[in-house]
């Protein structure tokens, strides 16, 4: 090893601040992709989105982001592995449980009554996941 300890924690602490941008990037664009087409429930923003590009981490990060407005409804997936994650949340000014509209969609996880996490191999989960909310108290 030829390089010096100080140049090595330069050359990480730059990767670092590299990484944390394009993360920033990689949130910027999957916000823009969920608000694409948003649909309404009862004059409420309802975001259902596959992201097929992002990470479970990135997932997370996007229905936090999208539930900061309180009336809005978050219903998301990305690839994990032969599954896809689940991401069902809402904010707080609607009512009506995440965990069991996840897991009446077929979906195995869990959560609180307004963020639950699970992951489901059948990819229709989030068109279930619509046929329900007609019927839901929000």
Same mark, same amino acid.
């Given at each position: 090893?030829?390089?010096?300890? #100080?140049?090595?924690?330069? #050359?990480?602490?730059?990767?670092?601040?590299?990484?944390?941008?394009?993360?920033?990037?990689?949130?910027?664009?999957?916000?823009?992709?969920?608000?694409?087409?948003?649909?309404?429930?009862?004059?409420?923003?309802?975001?259902?989105?596959?992201?097929?590009?992002?990470?479970?981490?990135?997932?997370?990060?996007?229905?936090?982001?999208?539930?900061?407005?309180?009336?809005?409804?978050?219903?998301?997936?990305?690839?994990?592995?032969?599954?896809?994650?689940?991401?069902?949340?809402?904010?707080?000014? %609607?009512?009506?449980?995440?965990?069991?509209?996840?897991?009446?969609?077929?979906?195995?996880?869990?959560?609180?009554?307004?963020?639950?996490?699970?992951?489901?191999?059948?990819?229709?989960?989030?068109?279930?996941? %619509?046929? %329900?909310?007609?019927?839901?108290? %929000?």
């Amino acid at each position: 090893l030829s390089a010096a300890p #100080e140049a090595l924690t330069r #050359e990480r602490e730059k990767a670092m601040e590299e990484k944390k941008a394009l993360n920033a990037q990689l949130l910027d664009a999957a916000l823009q992709f969920s608000c694409q087409n948003a649909r309404h429930l009862a004059d409420r923003p309802l975001y259902v989105r596959h992201l097929s590009f992002a990470t479970p981490a990135l997932l997370l990060q996007t229905a936090k982001a999208l539930i900061r407005d309180p009336r809005a409804m978050a219903l998301l997936s990305c690839p994990a592995g032969a599954l896809q994650m689940l991401v069902f949340a809402r904010g707080g000014a %609607l009512r009506g449980d995440m965990t069991t509209l996840l897991r009446a969609c077929g979906a195995q996880g869990g959560g609180r009554p307004d963020f639950a996490q699970g992951s489901a191999a059948d990819s229709s989960v989030l068109e279930r996941a %619509l046929e %329900l909310l007609q019927g839901m108290e %929000l």
